[in-house]
Nanobody, 113 residues
Framework: QVQLVESGGGLVQPGGSLRLSCAAS??????MAWFRQAPGKQREFVAR???????SVANSLRGRFTIARDNVKNMVYLEIDNLKPEDTALYYC?????????WGQGTQVTVSS
């Protein structure tokens, strides 16, 4: 059974940084991605990473978001720098393309002063 557990979110002031973590179990190593869903909006793609570490970040988020992975631990990370209030959202990890039945609980990121 696929299990994706996100962690690392919190309340951060604008300009701050966060590192989100995703622990994946029940799946082989495969391309992974981060998504987010802001209040009242649809879930959107943030960044993805291939099995070999090739990354791609959504155009509007480049320069502040960095995705990484540890295949030994089957972990995926998302570093967010210079956080902005519009980054406030529930952040999820999943495979890429996503397994629709395997969305986790997400981790909440709130950016506010």
């Amino acid at each position: 059974q696929v299990q994706l557990v996100e962690s690392g979110g919190g309340l951060v002031q604008p300009g701050g940084s966060l590192r989100l973590s995703c622990a994946a179990s029940g799946i082989n190593i495969r391309p992974m991605a981060w998504f987010r869903q802001a209040p009242g909006k649809q879930r959107e793609f943030v960044a993805r990473i291939s099995v070999t570490g090739v990354t791609s970040v959504a155009n509007s988020l480049r320069g502040r978001f960095t995705i990484a992975r540890d295949n030994v631990k089957n972990m995926v990370y998302l570093e967010i720098d210079n956080l902005k209030p519009e980054d406030t959202a529930l952040y999820y990890c999943n495979t890429y393309p996503p397994i629709t039945s395997s969305w986790g609980q997400g981790t909440q990121v709130t950016v506010s002063s």
